[in-house]
Each structure stands twice: as C-alpha cells, then as structure tokens.
C-alpha cells in the first residue's frame, strides 16, 4: 500500500497501523485509511494510542475530546466522521457517501458481515486475523449461518488462508468440510491441488472416488500452468535462492527465517485469542 502525502505535518512519533504494516505522518494519511480501509477502522481502530497521536502529534486535542465524547455514546461512526470532517479531506459528498458505507455495513446480517471482514483481512495479507474471523462464523448457531452453500465458501476461504501460512493438514480438513457443506467440484479440484503441493498428505478414499480420471487431467494441466507462472515470481526466485545454498544448514536457517515471517501474524492472533 502507498500513501499520497497531502499535508506535511510536524510529526515526531507517527502512528503505525499494523494490519497496513505503514506509518501515519499526517491527518490527511490518516483519513485516506479511514475512507479506504472501512472494514479496518469499523471496530476497534479509535484506540487510546490513536487519540494520542491525534490529540498530541497532529496537535488537535478538542477533535480527541469529541471522539472521547462520541465514543463514550457508542457512536464510533460519528467519531470516524468527525475525523474526516475536521482535517479537512473529503467533501461533504464523500462524507456523506461513506457514512451510507458505514450503516450499510453495519446492516448486513453477522454472518456475511464477518466473512466480508474476513476476506478483507485475507486480501490484505493478515492471514492470522483471517483466521480468526472465519472461525467466529463457524462457531454461530446454524440458524444465522446463512446455509450450506455460504458456509462451504467459509470453509474453502478458511482453508486458502491456511495453505498460505503452510499449515496444509489444516486447510484439508477445511475442503474436506466445505466438499460435505457443497457436494460441489471446487473443493474437490482444491483437495487435488493440495495433495500436488504436499504429498505427504492422504486423501480420503471418498474423496478420491469423486474425483473423474477426466477431471483429474484437466486439473494436472491447470496445476502445471499454475506452476509455471509462479516459477516466475519474486517469491519463487526467493525460494530458488533458499535452495541454492551451499550447506543444508544454511538453507534450513534461510527457510526458517521466510516461513518464520509469514506465520508471525497468525502466532500474534492466537496469542491475542488466548
């Protein structure tokens, strides 16, 4: 993410938004996330570090005592508004656009909005916060759970937030769930890919059973394609150069170091559950 900078601002000690992994320098930066990023800021953004550095780095103490105010009438919307309203960054017509963002969010039923939620928090690469925000959903009474269908893209996102932090046991068993929800092609084709990725791991003889010999060639194909474009990536070549190595020592502490970095996020997340 990039950040247009509108406003200096004589900032000593920015505000660091750990799920955008980027500093804050100035108001305008700091209403750019907040009209960008709804789903980031909607709960739990107005912390008392973010007053801080509103009241004593951006130098505008009466805005954090109306925030204070606001928050203390459970209003946290009209906090994010006035923030908008005070630094001077949006017209009145965004602002009036996004607090129809806002309640229109706020009016989706608990289960879709906690997936779009989670969903955001994948696109953004927060695995760990995807995680847990999937698994709120499926801890909910059935009956607001949306049905079989919804829930079986629960589970299939579940399970790409997992293969992402290399826990591929786990993101089995959640195509496996989302094939029981579905009864559909998808997680089947996704099961296969991951049998491809990590042969260590033992389909279901079920499972196997529904997967055609057709579809399978037409999946091997896919799979190949796949690996060839990612063989062209930033990531592969970082990879390719792990495995290069001269000694097995130095390329299990190199590995060790990447895979150490992707999973941090999620550690932090279960520690916060805890």
């Known amino acids: 993410m990039s950040l247009i900078l509108c406003r200096m601002e004589r900032i000593e000690r920015p505000f660091y938004v750990e799920t ?7 108001s305008q930066e700091l209403c750019y996330v907040i009209l960008q990023h709804p789903f980031l800021v909607m709960d739990g953004f107005l912390t008392d570090a973010l007053k801080d550095f509103i009241s004593k780095e951006l130098e505008l103490p009466q805005l954090t005592a109306k925030i204070e105010a606001l ?20 017209s009145t ?12 969010l706020r009016k989706m ?27 709120k959903i499926l801890v909910m009474p059935k009956e607001i759970q949306k049905g079989d269908a919804f829930m079986g893209e629960v589970w299939q996102h579940l399970a790409a937030a997992y293969v992402n932090l290399f826990y591929f046991d786990k993101a089995l068993h959640a195509l496996e769930k989302a094939c029981d929800r579905t009864g559909e092609r998808q997680p089947l ?8 990725l990590s042969p260590h791991l033992s389909l279901r003889e079920r499972y196997q059973a529904a997967m055609t010999e057709e579809w399978k060639r037409l999946w091997d194909r896919e799979f190949e394609q796949a690996r060839e474009s990612v063989q062209q990536s930033e990531n592969w070549k970082k990879i390719d150069e792990i495995f290069a190595g001269e000694t097995r020592e130095a390329r299990l502490a190199a590995a060790s170091k990447m895979v150490a970095g992707w999973k941090e996020e999620y550690r932090r997340e279960v520690v916060h559950e805890v």
Do not use: W
């Not at 955008?20 to 100035?26: E, K």
């Not at 084709?189 to 049998?195: C, G, I, N």
């Open 71 to 90: 928050l203390e009438e459970d209003s946290s919307d009209e906090a994010l508004l006035a923030i908008l309203t005070a630094c001077d960054y949006a």
């Open 109 to 135: 039923p608990p289960a879709l909005y906690l997936k779009e939620k989670a969903d955001y928090y994948q696109k953004n690469r927060q695995y760990g916060m995807a995680i847990s925000t999937y698994e």
């Open 189 to 196: 084709k996704q099961m296969y890919f991951l049998s491809k």
């Open 93 to 104: 017509e965004e602002i009036t656009a996004y607090r129809q963002k806002l309640d229109s």
């Open 20 to 26: 955008l992994g980027v500093h804050i320098y100035s």
